[in-house]
C-alpha cells in the first residue's frame, strides 16, 4: 500500500499524558525524598530544595541568604573553590544553585559511574562552607554593580514596583534591595545564617536509573542533616489595592509595562480555564497581544502575559518594553483585549488553534526525564501531584469559547489591576 504524502496525517489531541508518579521515601530525620526511575539514561540529578525564612515584616539584612547560596561553592574546610571546581569537573559532574523568594538549594548532575565519588563533596557544600573573606567582598561588589545597572534600566525598575505593588508593605517579597543592604553583609552573618537558618524543611528530588544499594547510599548521606529548628512560615500578601504607578525617565528610549493581580491556586477549579484565557490572550507568539501591539500597531518588539507563582498564590501579569511615550496607549490596548474576550465569542478558528497549541505544550513539557521531575516540583509546592497535568490536559480538549467569556469576566475586571509604567513620558 502507498502512503500518499500530499495529505497530512490526521491530528487529534491525545485524551491521556502518561507520566512517572514519584517513588516516596522517608529519611531518618524526616527528610521526604521524591524519586523518578527513568531505565537507559546514565544521567543522575539530585536536587536538596529547602524553604526560606520569612518573616512578616522586613528582614534586618534582607540578602544574607542571597550571599549565603552564591557563596556556597567558594570553599569548604577541605576544598577551596578551585578544588571544588576542578573536583566537579573532573568527576564530569556540575553543580547549581536552586535560588528564588520561597525556596533555595543546589542541584547535582552528574553520571552513575561517578555518583558515589560525588557525593560526598556535594554533601560537604551544606555543613562544611567557610566563606571565605576574600571572595565574599569581590561577590559584594559585583551585587552592587549589579544593583547600580538594574536602578537604570526601565525593565528592572518596572519589575520592582510591580513586587512592591503585588505585597503589602515591608513584604519581604516586595522588598527593593540597595547597595547599603550589600553593604550591610559580613562573614560572619553568613556563618550564623548557614548553621542556624538554612537547612529548614529541606525536601530531596532525584532523576535517573538507580540500585537499591545506590538509593540507601544518598539516604545515609542525608540522614543526619543538622536539621535547623526553625518552621516554614506563608506569609500573607495581605489586601491589595488597585494602583497605578507612573515613574518617567526622561532620557529613556522606551517605556517598561507591567499590569497584575493576584489570581487563584493551581488547585483552583478556575485555574484550568484561567491558564487557557491566558495562553490566548498574550501566552505564546500568535496570542492576540502579539497580534494587536506588535503586528498591526508597531508598540513593541514583544508582549506577553503569564501566570507565576509566589507565596502559594498565582498572580498574573502581562510585560512589555514599549516605544518611549506609548505605556499608557500599550495598556489601553491591552484592556480592549480583554474586553473582547469578556463579550466576543472565540472563533471556531481561532479555538482550534489554541487547544492544539496548548496539548502540544503540555506535551512537549515532558520530553526529558528532569523535565518531568521539574513539572511534578512545580505542582508538588503547591499541594498537587501528577493528576494535575491529567485534569488539565482534559479540560484542554473540552473547552469552548463561553468558558473563555465567564472566566473573564469572573477574573479581570480593569478597577481591579495594578499598573506600572516606567520610562519616557
Not at 238 to 263: D, F, T, V, Y
Not at 373 to 401: A, K, P, S, W
Request: cysteine-free.
Amino acid at each position: 500500500m502507498s502512503i500518499d504524502r500530499s495529505q497530512a496525517p490526521p491530528y487529534s489531541i491525545p485524551e491521556k499524558i502518561h507520566l512517572n508518579h514519584p517513588e516516596v521515601r522517608v529519611l531518618a530525620n524526616g527528610i521526604p525524598l521524591y524519586y523518578i526511575p527513568f531505565p537507559n539514561i546514565d544521567a543522575v540529578k539530585i536536587e536538596i530544595i529547602l524553604t526560606l525564612k520569612n518573616t512578616e515584616k522586613k528582614p534586618y539584612k534582607p540578602l544574607l541568604p542571597f550571599f549565603m547560596l552564591h557563596m556556597l561553592l567558594e570553599g569548604t574546610n577541605t576544598m577551596n573553590s578551585e578544588k571544588l571546581d576542578d573536583f566537579f569537573d573532573f568527576h564530569a559532574s556540575e553543580v547549581d544553585i536552586i535560588s528564588g523568594y520561597e525556596k533555595q538549594g543546589l542541584s547535582l548532575l552528574t553520571t552513575k559511574k561517578h555518583l558515589l565519588e560525588v557525593l560526598p563533596v556535594f554533601r560537604s557544600l551544606f555543613t562544611d562552607a567557610t566563606f571565605p573573606e576574600k571572595e565574599l567582598n569581590k561577590r559584594k561588589s559585583q551585587k552592587k554593580l549589579s544593583i547600580s545597572i538594574k536602578n537604570e534600566q526601565t525593565s528592572a525598575r518596572a519589575n520592582q514596583l510591580i513586587r512592591g505593588s503585588l505585597f503589602v508593605k515591608d513584604h519581604p517579597f516586595g522588598y527593593q534591595v540597595t547597595e547599603k543592604d550589600v553593604d550591610a553583609i559580613n562573614q560572619d552573618d553568613l556563618s550564623n545564617y548557614y548553621h542556624k537558618e538554612f537547612l529548614i524543611a529541606p525536601q530531596i528530588f532525584i532523576t535517573g536509573q538507580l540500585s537499591n544499594e545506590e538509593m540507601d547510599q544518598i539516604e545515609s548521606s542525608f540522614n543526619d542533616f543538622p536539621l535547623s529548628t526553625e518552621l516554614p512560615i506563608l506569609l500573607p500578601t495581605g489586601e491589595i489595592h488597585p494602583s497605578k504607578h507612573l515613574e518617567n525617565k526622561a532620557e529613556a528610549l522606551q517605556s517598561s509595562i507591567r499590569i497584575a493581580k493576584w489570581m487563584v491556586p493551581k488547585s483552583h477549579p478556575d485555574y484550568p480555564a484561567l491558564s487557557v484565557l491566558n495562553t490566548l490572550l498574550g501566552g505564546y507568539f500568535g496570542s492576540r497581544l502579539i497580534k494587536n501591539i506588535r503586528e498591526e500597531k508597531g508598540y513593541t518588539y514583544g508582549i506577553n502575559s503569564f501566570l507565576g507563582e509566589l507565596n502559594g498564590n498565582e498572580y498574573w501579569m502581562t510585560v512589555a518594553d514599549v516605544k518611549g511615550g506609548y505605556g499608557e496607549a500599550v495598556i489601553q490596548e491591552v484592556y480592549k483585549e480583554i474586553e473582547r474576550l469578556k463579550t466576543e465569542p472565540v472563533p471556531a478558528g481561532e479555538l482550534e488553534i489554541i487547544k492544539n497549541y496548548l496539548a502540544g505544550s503540555l506535551l512537549s513539557n515532558f520530553s526529558s526525564p528532569f523535565d518531568q521531575m521539574n513539572h511534578f516540583q512545580q505542582v508538588h509546592f503547591q499541594g498537587l501531584n501528577f493528576d494535575y497535568y491529567t485534569r488539565h490536559l482534559e479540560y484542554i480538549t473540552h473547552f469552548d469559547g463561553q468558558d473563555i467569556m465567564t472566566i473573564a469576566n469572573k477574573y479581570f475586571d480593569q478597577k481591579e489591576m495594578l499598573e506600572v509604567i516606567v520610562g519616557a513620558g
